[in-house]
């Protein structure tokens, strides 16, 4: 069970330059970066941001705009990663399940084998009614990650199913995963979560196509053990008191992205999900300073953007590819709250000449897809970027912003078309054919 | 051995108007014409260069830029060629031997039959040493046509090998090209050029892949008692006194230009290679002036710029598609001669008004592939383009550069989508569907 090879990817890894001393490229990801005037006449929040050296970027170097899947199509953010790092992503599929396992489990060698199924938990609260259970809060108040650690770890030392391999693992405030190794799996399972408060949990189950098939049925009986016996361990605990699982997902290995591009790959981020996408392509997490106070192996712990920008000045020597993934742009899209989206734009842009001064090859800005904070969602929009580097031909832009970018010397490319970008740019691709 | 049409090629098929009076299509293409600026701040060569007949196209057409094989990817001439004809260059393939042959071999007809084997000779001195031959020149001092011509003479001449058909073909200055004709070859062999000066050239082999194949066995004892005998034949002889063999490849037909387009099709090119590929689509090749000046069969002749129009001029009535390419932008690319290569722009500037006069429907410039000074080699940025024609919508652009283009009416194209493009401009594309 492992993808193959697109025709691009294929061409990639045939071209690749494998020598010493190439130039280093660096990809900076401010999630949902794309956006759009709150009012009509207005400004986009990109274009509202006080971003000198982006603007100087702009000057010196060339704008575009990207569609993560194809025009008019919105993505998530998983997949809108895939096609950033040059894998389609109508080919390529990465599950909710397996995607948190690896970002929950970044730090470790060997995350998951082939066939294994994970999925997401959330730490809830429940009450009994007429007698059964009603879902109070489908988050527990957004749990923080000390108390839910706690959780999982009580959960790790109670749930037992005689036969039966499986763990959890902590992910972020009330979101955990359950990792069920071995063999004999099937991640075509319903979710339990209701998606809604006032009803009950829905019971673990197959979904209608593997109604019949002996690994989904196997699975659902497990998971419904795991969920009894995580009911009662933690009956009487606050601030959750049951689980909600979804996303059941089985394991497919993806090729790994060092392998095809030739380029040491290492992944700062801040949240696990991303962190979970760079893993599951081969990618190393770099941890933050914050995270490795202790000074032992890494801690979850809150990251900071400038902390961010301090783990790749650490670890520069050691990669050629760097993914900077900044997470708030997203949140505060996703929140509506436009002014603090173009407040961390902001702050993003005062760190910029720290990458500037370890000298990439090539740097590339640009937002996995657009979050507009005046539509509170993911959307359709192309996604400016930005490239500054010794062979970008400079065009006549001289700020980044939705409209600028719409004009740039890039014109508009796919998602998947920037990796090839930028291994040009940075010089790392042989020319192909007589 | 015969590629299938890809569903592009398929599709012009189908709708390709073939009644007579239809309007010319003149494809002009710049080898290597896309640069860079030398320094910050400056001017690409496209856009230093004084070309007024570009400028007023300019203004009364369409700009846009093309990727040969997509955005990031640097093509070779050969494959980039096969774009700018409307194959897309992951699909079908030329090899370097083939394609030389054929641009050999341009004014005759049935070239190759499938399955044959032909490999690019470089004419070169050794010397003995130890007992063994040291490369010491692998180009002969750039031996000129007119030795190369006797030497090839002599070759076929002298070297025989008993129930074996083969022959060699001058090619350009010290290059000429070995074919082996009839059955039993294979193209799965290692060049013997070893690519620097100083050691002895390698010993004829299969490929590794090919290690056990009789064919592959076969055609490496041929070519090892060709080249022993030609070692006879050129001992005692200036400038060259030995042979250096690489690109074997075998013979794998091209779907034909004409028959997909219904476009009679003519080449009017100075350099074999892309006479070559012309040829390999089906392209009849216009010999130029220099080239007929004896009267009889057309006989290897350096040819101008100036030439190559008036060969236009002469072949008008006869033809309805014609690729015009003109060599030394690239060549003085990879030079890195800056101003040399600006200079040509300006040459074929001053020619454009010949073709204007011709009357296409319309007329398409542009270059394979991108060829900057500053990089002195092929590279990964788009090429521009200029459509110029009765159909083309003008866009705001007033001088054709890399930048201009950017902003250009056609926006970022694939190399592939010009042969549409000109088709549809040249109205010989119908409705497809309902």
Not at 110 to 137: P, S, Y
Request: hydrophobic share 45%.
């Amino acid at each position: 069970m492992k993808y193959p090879l697109t025709p691009r990817l294929q061409l990639i890894q045939h071209l690749a330059e494998r020598k010493a001393g190439l130039g280093k490229v660096v990809l900076l990801v401010m999630d949902g970066l794309g956006g759009m005037a709150s009012g009509p006449g207005g400004k986009t929040e990109l274009e509202s941001a006080a971003a000198p050296n982006l603007a100087r970027l702009a000057k010196s170097g060339s704008l575009g705009v990207h569609d993560p899947i194809s025009p008019g199509f919105t993505p998530g953010s998983g997949l809108a990663h895939l096609a950033l790092f040059g894998y389609d992503p109508l080919v390529y599929e990465i599950g909710r399940g397996v995607l948190a396992l690896f970002g929950a489990r970044c730090f470790e060698p060997n995350v998951m084998q082939a066939g294994e199924v994970a999925a997401r938990v959330n730490f809830c609260t429940v009450e009994e009614k007429n007698g059964g259970l009603i879902v109070t809060d489908r988050r527990a108040g957004r749990i923080k990650d000390g108390p839910a650690a706690g959780l999982v770890e009580l959960l790790n030392e109670q749930v037992k199913v005689a036969g039966v391999s499986f763990r959890f693992f902590q992910s972020k405030e009330h979101r955990a995963v359950l990792h069920l190794s071995g063999a004999g799996w099937s991640g075509l399972m319903g979710d339990t979560d209701p998606q809604a408060t006032g009803v009950a949990p829905l019971a673990p189950a197959p979904l209608p196509e593997a109604a019949n098939d002996p690994a989904a049925k196997r699975t659902a009986a497990v998971v419904a053990e795991i969920i009894a016996q995580a009911r009662a361990a933690l009956k009487d605990k606050h601030p959750a008191n049951f689980i909600l699982t979804r996303g059941f997902d089985t394991f497919k290995a993806l090729p790994h992205f060092p392998e095809i591009t030739g380029m040491r790959a290492a992944c700062v981020a801040a949240y696990p999900d991303y962190r979970g996408v760079a893993r599951l392509l081969g990618m190393d997490v770099v941890a933050a300073d914050e995270e490795l106070a202790g000074g032992g192996k890494p801690v979850r712990a809150e990251v900071s953007i400038e902390s961010e920008f301090a783990a790749v000045e650490r670890v520069w020597n050691d990669y050629d590819f760097f993914f900077i993934h900044i997470k708030k742009t997203d949140s505060y899209g996703e929140d509506g709250n436009f002014d603090a989206k173009v407040k961390v734009i902001e702050n993003v842009d005062a760190q910029l000449p720290r990458l500037e001064k370890l000298g990439p090859a090539i740097l590339c800005v640009t937002g996995d897809h657009s979050t507009p904070a005046a539509m509170k969602r993911h959307s359709f929009h192309p996604v400016p970027v930005l490239f500054a580097g010794k062979l970008v031909i400079p065009d006549e832009q001289t700020s980044f912003g939705e409209r600028a970018a719409a004009r740039g010397g890039h014109g508009r490319v796919n998602g998947a078309d920037l990796l090839p970008l930028m291994m040009g740019y940075g010089d790392r691709l042989a020319k192909h054919g007589a």
